[in-house]
Each structure stands twice: as C-alpha cells, then as structure tokens.
C-alpha cells in the first residue's frame, strides 16, 4: 500500500513538473526580458552541480567544526535584505556569519572589499576586541588609466567590482555604524602589497580580491604566511564556469593542503584544527 502510494506520489510530481516547464516556457515566449531570472536560477544550479561532480576538495561536512555548528544551535548576525545576490548569495552571508561567530577570530584580513557587506558581517559577528584588516584597490584607481594588456588581467566580473567598488568607496555597509572602530582599511593591488607585518599573525583570511590565476596564487600564497597557528583561510567563487582559474588552483592545491568545499555555496576553506 505505502509503495503503490510513493508511485502515485512521484508521478503526480512529475506531471506537476512538466506543466510548471511548459508554463514557463510559455512565460518566457511572453515576457523575454524576465527569462534572465530563469536562465540565472538554471547556470547556478549548473555550476553548482559541476562543483559537486568534478570538485576534489574535501567535504566540509566531515569536520570536528561542521558537527560543532550542527549539534550547538546558534543564531548568527545576518541581513538577508541587503544583499547582493550576484556577488554573495544570501545563503554564503549566512554561513560565513555562522562560521565567524563559530571560530570567534581576534584578527582577520579580508582581501577585497567592495561594498563592505561582508566585512560588516566579520565585525558583528566577532568579539568587540577583534582587529579586521581590509584590502582594496586605492581610491585613485581607475580603469580608465589601465592599458588593454593589464585589462586583460580582469574579468568582466572583476572589471564590475573595480567599476562599483570605487563607486561605494565612501559609503561602506560599516561606515558610520559602532562597527567601524573595529575595521582598518588597506589599499593596494594584493599582487605587490606588503603582507609581512601579519605574517602568523591572523585568524582568519578570506580571499574574495581578483579572480585571476596570478591573483589567486599569490593571494593564497600570502594567505599561508600570514595564518595563525589555528587559523582559518576562506575562498570565495570556488565554481567552474565563471571562475575557471580558482576551481581549477584550489583542485590542484588540495594535493598539498586539506582543503574543504561548503555544500550550497561557493565556499572553500582551510584551517589545520577544522
């Protein structure tokens, strides 16, 4: 009886599906410039799929540190409202606050800020004695001055962020707010900045800077010089199709490194004591 209602179950779920496809096909016939929504929803499921099947990093989900957050009910700091989607799911703001409240980290260093969103989520997540260092191109930099062969050292989503990262300079999601003591601004291109005075020094890093091979082997490279002894590295865009070169560096480095991928997001993460 339950097995003959299961089949019922599923084949009326099927039917359900192919009306829901042929209706939106027909939306979309309808209403075109709306079809972006769909064709957005079908590459990230895509992407994240590929993560999942093609992906060697280890499961985060086998960590002393995903079965503390498990089994230990917490309700981290985050605002679902002000994100941005296209650069941070909801989802990843989630986690990472999760995370961050889970590790209670005395120093971070984020390399790209952008909008200042999830820096903003570091301060309220941590203790008020807590040091965030932030790194971002300088105020001065413009693409306009950039030659076409640095150009070319951008993808158009790096290009975007330059773009809307000097347009938000001065207007951070921390800036004015209690949280603003707490975090330093750095400027620089990561490529050639000066990491030496946090060498072994920080707790968490979180590399969200230029997508770039170049970038994303020198960021991390960096990144190892300055952890802590238990310290906590984090990658953000671990996915195939639009940040080919992280998906493919981190697939290598996890040779050298245990390095773990976070299901659901584009999160990879590294930590001796995980």
């Known amino acids: 009886m339950v097995e003959k209602s299961k089949i019922g179950w599923y084949a009326r779920n099927l039917l359900n599906f192919f009306i829901a496809c042929i209706r939106i096909l027909f939306y ?18 895509i992407n994240e799929f590929y993560q999942f099947s093609h992906g060697r ?18 309700f981290p700091k985050s605002n679902y409202f002000s994100s941005d989607p296209n650069v941070t799911r909801p989802i990843e703001t989630q986690v990472m606050s ?3 409240a889970h590790l209670q980290p005395k120093t971070i260093f984020e390399i790209g ?13 941590t203790p008020d004695e807590t040091k965030i260092y932030t790194l971002d191109l300088p105020p001065n930099f413009s693409l306009t001055d950039t030659n076409e062969t640095d150009l070319t050292k951008y993808s158009y989503d790096d290009l975007l962020v330059v773009k809307l990262s000097n347009e938000n300079i001065n207007n951070r999601a921390y ?22 005075p946090y060498h072994k ?13 170049k970038y994303v082997q020198s960021d991390t490279e960096n990144a190892f010089k300055m952890l802590s002894p238990n ?38 993460l590294y930590g001796p004591t995980l």
């Open 231 to 268: 310290g906590v590295i984090i990658w953000h865009d671990f996915d195939y199709i639009i940040h080919r070169d992280i998906f493919k560096y981190l697939n290598r480095l996890v040779k050298e490194h245990k390095i773990y991928s976070i299901p659901n997001t584009r999160f990879a």
């Open 113 to 125: 800020t952008y909008n200042g969103f999830t820096t903003m989520h570091f301060a309220q997540n």
């Open 57 to 74: 990093l280890y499961s985060f989900e086998t960590t002393k540190t995903y079965k503390d957050l498990k089994n230990n009910l917490s």
């Open 175 to 196: 800036h004015g707010t209690p949280a603003e003591k707490k975090i330093t601004e750095l400027f620089g291109s990561s490529l050639d900045y000066d990491f030496s």
């Open 28 to 45: 979309c016939l309808i209403h075109p410039k709306k079809s972006s929504k769909l064709l957005f929803s079908l590459f990230s499921t």
């Open 201 to 213: 020094k920080i707790d968490l890093i979180f590399i969200d800077g230029n997508h770039a091979l």
């Open 98 to 100: 999760g995370l961050v």
